[in-house]
Nanobody, 120 residues
Framework: QVRLVESGGGLVQAGGSLRLSCAAS????????MDWYRQAPGKQRELVAS???????NYADSVKGRFTISRDNAQNTMYLQMNTLKPEDTAVYYC??????????????WGRGTQVTVSS
């Protein structure tokens, strides 16, 4: 069984920073691409940032220059450093990962999310 657990969310004022973490655990053989998504109330879930196993990154236009995605492959952990936060960044942030399990199955897993609230 594989679990993804996000942490690091909270309440912050506009212009502030937060660092989210996503830790993967369980019967993992390897982890391919990892992503951060977010979903604001009344809106569809959207892709925020992606990182491949070799460290290549991609960002949504709305967060370029403010957010930085990274990962520690040895710890099976992904991070999202969020700077210069805006009220429109308020959402539940989810991590997603393509994981090869110990039984050689390739499955995309989701975490349960962490709330980020940015006050104006």
């Amino acid at each position: 069984q594989v679990r993804l657990v996000e942490s690091g969310g909270g309440l912050v004022q506009a212009g502030g920073s937060l660092r989210l973490s996503c830790a993967a655990s369980g019967s993992i053989s390897s982890i391919n691409a990892m992503d951060w998504y977010r979903q604001a109330p009344g809106k569809q879930r959207e892709l925020v940032a992606s990182i491949t196993s070799d460290g290549s990154t991609n960002y949504a236009d709305s967060v370029k220059g403010r957010f930085t995605i990274s990962r520690d492959n040895a710890q099976n952990t992904m991070y999202l450093q969020m700077n210069t936060l805006k009220p429109e960044d308020t959402a539940v942030y989810y991590c997603n990962a393509g994981i090869v399990t110990s039984t050689r199955s390739w499955v995309y897993y989701w975490g349960r999310g962490t709330q980020v609230t940015v006050s104006s």
